[in-house]
């Protein structure tokens, strides 16, 4: 048996110690539960044996811990190592249950043998016996099923100035970046799934806003320390129709997949994410997520309920996110930041603004001008491909500004362009349009394409 | 004293008589096993290799002494009819295995099972108590008789 460096006591200075039952057992118990004086818990946890003996170690519990514990958002190495204890106790037990070399145990002594493993979470089903333990913390079925689900994200300070404690600023900008990487993933991947089945495109964002709202990142779980916070989404009520339930049980997986579970030191890896996602995609998902990996102050881990999953992150080389986040032609830090504002002015019917002096504007200013993400924008024309192009009827495109470059996009019509200047996204725009329309016509039937000729003229002796 | 099991019978000459009776009223215990049966099933059992080692098919009890290793134990209540005449089986390789997976690497250093061993129970095997529906795990008595070493074969490393 290991060498003990504890504290002999004379006996286990625990009364009435009553069996509730083994949590693991195979020909014998190899962790139990038992009850003493005043209902307090303890664990019993075997750890080596001579030819005499089985040495256990012992310590109190809470019935939160074991709540914990039996859902598996708890570690045995947790449980025995958690900090509102001093020390554990040793003891010896042999064939006819006598207890000998009873020791305390300080927790940094712990034989290095003896301590569980990291991933020593409970595996095996929740003994009948426990159910109503377990139903008590469960406040009710929703926050079980958000915490079955949900990632679990410890940030671990690298400088042990302040202990394991993380400030309480750090833990909001975590969780706020978190948030944001999450949402715009929401966001991308329906619209990217469902964009070929919803033809109107207003509708589309309108619905995918409806689900950032309701997929918003909700705490199933926080654990002081280090800062340990259950991250989950609901996923159970369904937003506009069932036709999406499929997707929304799905999202948080999918997540998971395509930028929590990824080596971001792969290059390979983050060479496919940059074909799957545009650049304004990838910075808005990846961007927030990697500022969060290459935090110097912490260490990231993930995992989900029972550990199955587990993905921690070395930090990633300017080299390796410029894959993923090219580096900007503009020094953003000499430029001074954009934005488009609504604007409600009172003016002569017929006002030519384009011409409207800066006197007028200032007195015709109804209102203080509101921030917008994004304004629709109709084109009537496209004055682009051989021969050009004649709309049967107007299209729209939605105009943002993001990070001082403007985007324009219709993903009806799978198009995704980004220009310095609103005149050239526009011209941009109608290029690409015009380009995709000549590419797609001759090709065999499909949604996008059928979108295209919805709105293009065709002449009798044209292609398709 | 409650025997549970069924007596020599001319017809089928097969010893119905539990292997160890005898530590079963050694040990004063009372309706031992409980609720068992015959049956007929493939079992998977946690071994080491040979299969013929023979502590690989004892009870616990004999198998603690057998090895001179203190039986783990932690109330007077603790399993004792198992303990002194069961030998531990499950009822496919996965539950054997996933049970087996499920413990800390430490456990499954102090418990030294290196397989996972398979063989055909027969009515003429013994008797076995309920399977359990989420481990599949189950106890099976042997009739006086049996040799399980002859009849189970190696199926799988334990990992």
């Known amino acids: ?464 | 004293m409650a025997k549970n099991s069924n007596s020599t019978t001319s017809v089928d000459k097969v010893d119905r008589s539990l292997k160890y009776q005898d530590l079963i009223d050694q040990e004063n215990l009372t309706e031992c096993p409980k609720n068992c049966k015959e049956s007929e099933m493939e079992a998977y059992r946690w071994v080491v290799i040979p299969i013929d080692n023979e502590n690989n098919f004892l009870p616990v009890m004999q198998y603690s002494q057998k090895i001179n290793r203190p039986m783990r134990r932690l109330t007077t209540d603790d399993e004792r009819c198992a303990g002194c005449a069961g030998l531990s089986m499950f009822n496919t390789l996965e539950n054997a295995k996933t049970r087996f997976a499920g413990f800390e690497r430490r456990t499954q250093t102090l418990l030294g099972y290196t397989h996972v061993a398979t063989g055909k129970i027969s009515i003429d095997t013994g008797i076995i108590s309920e399977v359990s529906p989420d481990s599949g795990h189950f106890a099976l008595y042997e009739y006086k008789t049996v040799d399980l070493r002859t009849t189970f074969t190696i199926a799988s490393t334990i990992f």
């Open chain 1, 1 to 464: 048996m290991e060498a003990l460096k504890g504290h002999m006591v004379g006996s286990l200075p625990i009364k009435n110690l009553k069996k509730v039952s083994d949590l693991l057992e195979y020909e014998g118990p190899i962790l139990s539960h038992f009850t003493g004086n005043n209902n307090s818990h303890y664990l019993f946890y075997w750890t080596d044996f001579d030819t005499e003996h089985n040495r256990w170690l012992v310590w109190k519990v809470t019935e939160y811990q074991l709540y914990h514990y039996l859902r598996g958002l708890l570690s045995l190495r947790e449980m025995v190592i958690e900090s509102n204890k001093d020390y554990v106790f040793s003891v010896d037990i042999d064939d006819n249950l006598n207890y000998t070399n009873v020791q305390a145990i300080l927790l940094d002594e712990i034989p290095a043998a003896y301590l569980p493993e990291e991933d020593s979470v409970y595996k095996f089903s929740i003994p009948e016996i426990y159910k109503e333990l377990v139903n008590s913390f469960e406040e009710n079925s929703h926050i079980a099923l958000l915490r079955d689900i949900a990632l679990y994200f410890t940030m671990e300070p690298t400088s042990l100035k302040h202990g394991r404690a993380v400030a309480a600023i750090d833990a909001a900008d975590f969780l706020k970046k978190l948030s944001t990487s999450f949402l715009n993933f929401v966001e991308t991947d329906f619209i990217s799934r469902f964009k070929g089945l919803v033809p109107d495109f207003e509708t589309l964002q309108r619905t995918a806003e409806q689900f950032k709202e309701a997929l918003t990142p909700r705490i199933a779980y926080s654990a002081y320390g280090s800062f340990k916070v259950g991250i989950s989404s609901d996923i159970i009520y369904p937003v506009e129709s069932d036709k999406y339930s499929a997707w929304q049980k799905a999202v948080l997986s999918e997540y998971q997949k395509e930028v929590v579970d990824i080596n971001y030191s792969d290059e390979e890896k983050l060479k496919e994410i940059v074909e799957k996602y545009d650049e304004n995609s990838r910075r808005k998902i990846f961007g927030p997520y990697l500022e969060i990996i290459n935090d110097s102050d912490y260490t990231l881990k993930v995992t989900n309920i029972g550990r199955s999953f587990k993905r921690s992150y070395a930090r990633v080389t300017r080299q390796k996110q410029q894959i993923i986040l090219p580096k900007r032609q503009i020094d953003e830090e000499q430029t001074e930041k954009r934005k488009l504002y609504s604007v409600i002015l009172e003016a002569k019917e017929g006002e030519d603004f384009s011409k409207i002096s800066k006197k007028k504007f200032q007195e015709g200013l109804l209102f203080q001008p509101q921030p917008i993400d994004r304004v629709t924008v109709s084109l009537a024309e496209i004055p682009y491909g051989i021969p050009p192009l004649e709309l049967l009827r107007s299209i729209t495109y939605t105009l943002s500004l993001v990070d001082n470059y403007y985007m324009a996009e219709a993903p009806e019509f799978d198009i995704s362009v980004r220009a310095a200047t609103k005149e050239e996204v526009n011209i941009a725009f109608q290029r690409r349009f015009a380009e995709t329309f000549m590419n797609i016509r001759d090709e065999e039937e499909s949604v996008l394409r059928n979108a295209y000729m919805a709105v293009v003229r065709i002449y009798p002796n044209a292609a398709g």
